[in-house]
Each structure stands twice: as C-alpha cells, then as structure tokens.
C-alpha cells in the first residue's frame, strides 16, 4: 500500500481571492503529494506572484517558494492509502503532463467553470484542482463529488475517502507524516454554506 495527500492552502495573492470569490469558499489552492514526507509536491498554479494569469504545472515545496513564503497561512492536508497499482496509475498521469510540460498551461477560464459547477474541459489546460482531480480519479473507493473539471479546492473537504489528518499553519504541520501522527480529525470550520459550494 502507499500514502498519497492533498493538501489544501490560501493565501492572499490576485489569484487567490479572484478563486475565492467565485467559489465563495475559504481555500483557494490544492497540492498533490506521493510521499510521507511530502517532500515535492505537484500542481498547476502561477509563475510569478504577481501574475495570475500566467501559470503552468509545478513542483511544490515547503522549504521554499511560495509555500515557503506564506508558511504562517492555514491549510488542511488529507490522507488517502492506495495500492500499488493506483499508485502506478497515478505516477504515469503526472509522468504524462511532466513529459508534455511545455504545452499545458494553467485553465484560468476554466475556473469560471468550477466556481458554477459547469465542466469547461479545454486541451492542455488544467487548475490545481482539476489537476488533483484527475490525477486521483483512478483510486476506486475515492468519490469525488464533482466532476473532475469542475471540482475546486473546497470540494475535496467533502470527498468521501480521503481522511483529514492536519488543520493548522503550513510551517507546523508534521512531516514526515508517521503511523502516530496519521491521526483523523475532523474538519470542524467547514460551514454548511460551503458543503453545499462544495458539491452543488
């Protein structure tokens, strides 16, 4: 069996709020990790800082960049165990976007589409949640409650299988995660007006 993890983030950048705002949700940002120590992760997100309009696939780190850089914000990091195979299927969807870097670029209209739940699929185009999405779509017992394209960050708090395991600031949040620290929690700041953004 191995362990995979979303971790979810917000901050206060252009992006960030426009996605916010259009979701009317608190966190505007999702990661995917294949390792306990989440020691890379992967998602479509902007360049620069102070550009949200130009964005592509990236690796993600908690040492430095922008994760680095707003280690003080909140997030939440779920946890999912999945078989080898899943695992393998999953390794070849990123491999693939790895492989065709240079053509996929961040969906910046496609968010329009997260935000009212209306699939808006354009080729090579891809948001951090929708990356997620279909990167983890392969795992069987994980039910998104959204169509992959049109699920934001928000919607992952309410998708059944993956097990919540941290809630607090970046820089606090264990790693490694362990057998001991692997502990389910429960997502108590979750409001119900954002269960029903979340899956309507």
């Given at each position: 069996?191995?362990?995979?993890?979303?971790?979810?983030?917000?901050?206060?950048?252009?992006?960030?709020t426009?996605?916010?705002?259009i979701?009317?949700?608190?966190?505007?940002?999702?990661?995917?990790?294949?390792?306990?120590?989440?020691?890379?992760?992967?998602?479509?997100?902007?360049v620069?800082?102070?550009?949200?309009?130009?964005?592509?696939?990236?690796?993600?780190?908690?040492?430095?960049?922008?994760?680095?850089?707003y280690?003080?914000?909140?997030?939440?990091?779920?946890?999912?165990?999945?078989?080898?195979?899943?695992?393998?299927?999953?390794?070849?969807?990123?491999?693939?976007?790895?492989?065709?870097?240079?053509?996929?670029?961040?969906?910046?209209?496609g968010?329009?589409g997260?935000?009212?739940?209306?699939?808006?699929?354009?080729?090579?185009?891809?948001?951090?949640?929708?990356?997620?999405?279909?990167?983890?779509?392969?795992?069987?017992?994980?039910?998104?409650?959204?169509?992959?394209?049109?699920?934001?960050?928000?919607?992952?708090?309410?998708?059944?299988?993956?097990?919540?395991?941290?809630?607090?600031?970046?820089?606090?949040?264990?790693?490694?995660?362990?057998?001991?620290?692997?502990?389910?929690?429960?997502?108590?700041?979750?409001?119900?007006?954002?269960?029903?953004?979340?899956?309507?």
């Amino acid at each position: 069996m191995k362990r995979i993890y979303v971790m979810l983030t917000k901050s206060n950048t252009v992006l960030a709020t426009f996605i916010r705002k259009i979701t009317r949700t608190e966190f505007s940002h999702s990661s995917l990790a294949l390792d306990d120590n989440m020691s890379e992760m992967y998602s479509f997100a902007r360049v620069k800082d102070n550009n949200p309009f130009v964005g592509r696939f990236i690796p993600e780190y908690l040492d430095k960049g922008i994760l680095k850089k707003y280690e003080h914000i909140g997030c939440l990091v779920f946890m999912k165990e999945i078989t080898d195979e899943e695992y393998a299927e999953i390794v070849i969807f990123i491999d693939g976007i790895k492989n065709s870097e240079k053509e996929y670029k961040f969906n910046i209209i496609g968010l329009i589409g997260c935000g009212v739940n209306k699939p808006f699929e354009r080729k090579y185009r891809l948001c951090c949640s929708q990356f997620v999405s279909k990167a983890i779509s392969c795992v069987h017992d994980i039910d998104l409650p959204r169509h992959p394209m049109s699920m934001h960050p928000n919607s992952f708090r309410v998708t059944k299988g993956l097990r919540l395991v941290y809630s607090g600031p970046i820089k606090d949040m264990p790693h490694p995660f362990t057998d001991e620290t692997l502990v389910e929690i429960e997502d108590k700041t979750l409001p119900v007006k954002e269960i029903k953004n979340a899956t309507r």
